[in-house]
């Protein structure tokens, strides 16, 4: 079969070739949050720190209430702060048991 004239309008190969570039244009000009949904609708990530309570009560009230809390909106993420005595950090930093319910750091 012979090559059609120019004047009949877009082959049936090239028509698909130029829809199949306009839908690749078109995925990812979108965006990645329609390629991985789950991402975007993924939970808030938390942070649990295990600190000594300071001997000047006024840091552990400016780092949990001004800089944890500044942190964690900017990173998306809950803070949590427990405060112990010193004397019982390494028992409190060492897990019983493997959990996850342990402090991050």
């Known amino acids: 079969m012979g090559r059609r004239e120019k004047n009949q309008g877009l082959s049936r190969r090239d028509f698909i070739a130029l829809t199949g570039r306009s839908a690749l244009a078109l ?22 720190i295990l600190q000594w309570s300071h001997f000047v009560p006024a840091y552990d009230t400016w780092f949990d209430g001004t800089f944890c809390k500044e942190w964690g909106q900017k990173h998306d993420t809950n803070v949590t ?25």
């Open 27 to 48: 995925g990812a000009a979108s965006g990645p949050f329609f390629l991985f949904p789950e991402r975007a609708a993924a939970q808030q990530k938390t942070l649990k």
């Open 81 to 105: 702060v427990d405060h112990i005595n010193l004397v019982d950090l390494p028992a409190k930093a060492r897990p019983r048991r493997p959990t996850r319910s342990r402090p991050s750091i």
